[in-house]
């Protein structure tokens, strides 16, 4: 199974798509090293995000102590701190990291709030390339502002050969904001075919499959069911700041125990774990994040391998693009069908209800203000 680790909620960007900054943490009730190691070394997987994990001082420490808890270690970050990112590279140059993107230039400074965050991000990953990383990539959230930016980045990282990873613009309660909406679904959703098809035409088998994810994406924009259903808090759990486990960052109801004072089995495979995981299978979300999406296209005899659907997709429309054809997405995607915001459950920010510091280090405050997000 996978696990996304929030080290903190702290972070140096002010995005506008989610407000974990204007919302910190204080690095006093933050997860540290003797909760880490209750971990299991069992998991295919481990996503050590944020907030900005490289703000942890301990940084290296964690690395060095989930490295071998993990098939793969990844860090997602901003990219504004590289230098502290590269020794852990030297050391570990398999190590996955991917930097956020989200446009070129100063399209990508205003909707991450980051003064010259662009070429900051740009610079780093040539730093990175050169220290030796052979896992490196960006990550791009698809949204009105920047979608005319995608196929640009997406040959950008071709040029690299480095990876890229995409999602579409969703709200969480973790972002602290519940107005993250695409106001041009179906526009949005025609530009990722292109995408699509550029990625079929790829040299890369991770590319042919990310073509699926995206067509998983193009649903997700345009409101409809997922593709496969939901595996969070069975293939993928989040552990937050505090050590609160969720089976997802999106459901707060979601909450599966908490690791400062639970073994990981106990949570795993208690009663409440258990109660989780029905209501996931009936989760009307429809998510598509990359976690929750790529353990649903595994298959489920050999996770190693994605299900039969999937490859036969990947097969027939690589073979298609391959022969100069063009994809059928009208065969894939009910554009006629295109959802509305008010089938989704609402969230309410509690942006500004509370006092900063009081939600940082309140064990009993910190998620108050959601606890009705999904009360039905
Ligand atoms: S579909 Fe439901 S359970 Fe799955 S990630 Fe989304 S909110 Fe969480």
Not at 115 to 142: H, P, R, S, V, W
Not at 162 to 167: N, Q
Not at 199 to 227: C, E, P, Q, T
Request: hydrophobic share 35%; charged share 25%; glycine share 6%.
């Amino acid at each position: 199974m996978d696990l996304s680790l929030i080290l903190t909620y702290r972070c140096d960007s002010r995005c506008s798509m989610c407000y974990i900054w204007k919302n910190p943490t204080d690095p006093a009730y933050e997860i540290d090293l003797k909760v880490l190691e209750k971990l299991p070394n069992t998991f295919d997987y481990l996503n050590i995000t944020g907030g900005e994990p490289t703000l942890r001082r301990d940084l290296a420490e964690i690395c060095d102590l989930l490295y071998p808890k993990t098939k793969k270690l990844e860090i997602s970050t901003n990219g504004l701190h590289v230098d502290k990112i590269i020794p852990i590279v030297k050391k570990y140059p398999d190590i996955k990291i991917r930097i956020s993107i989200e446009g070129v230039g100063e399209t990508n400074d205003i909707i991450r709030g980051e003064k010259g965050g662009y070429q900051k991000k740009i610079e780093g990953m040539n730093k990175l390339i050169g220290t030796g990383g052979c896992d490196l990539g960006f990550a791009t959230t698809f949204q009105d502002e920047n979608i005319d930016h995608i196929l640009e980045i997406y040959r950008y990282t071709l040029n690299l050969n480095i990876e890229l990873a995409t999602s579409a613009l969703h709200n969480a309660f973790q972002f602290h904001k519940n107005d993250n909406v695409i106001y041009h679904r179906k526009a949005l959703a025609k530009r990722v075919e292109e995408l699509i098809t550029e990625m079929l035409k790829s040299k890369k088998v991770k590319n042919w499959f990310r073509a699926y994810l995206n067509l998983g994406l193009i649903h997700k924009i345009l409101g409809h069911d997922r593709m496969h259903a939901c595996t969070q808090g069975t293939d993928n759990i989040f552990v937050d700041p505090w050590g609160d486990v969720y089976a997802c960052n999106v459901r707060n109801d979601l909450y599966m125990g908490n690791l400062k004072k639970q073994d990981w089995n106990d949570i795993y495979n208690g009663a409440t774990a258990k109660e989780v995981r029905k209501k996931v299978a009936v989760c009307p979300q429809n998510c598509w994040m990359v976690s929750s999406a790529k353990t649903a296209m595994r298959n489920k005899l050999h996770p190693k391998l994605p299900r039969t659907s999937v490859l036969w997709w990947v097969v027939f429309n690589k073979l298609k693009v391959e022969l100069g054809g063009n994809i059928n997405f009208e065969k894939y995607i009910d554009y006629e069908d295109i959802g509305s915001d008010e089938n989704l459950i609402k969230r309410t920010s509690y942006l500004n209800d509370l006092d900063k510091k009081t939600v940082q280090s309140s064990e009993s405050l910190k998620y108050t203000q959601l606890s009705n997000y999904f009360n039905r």
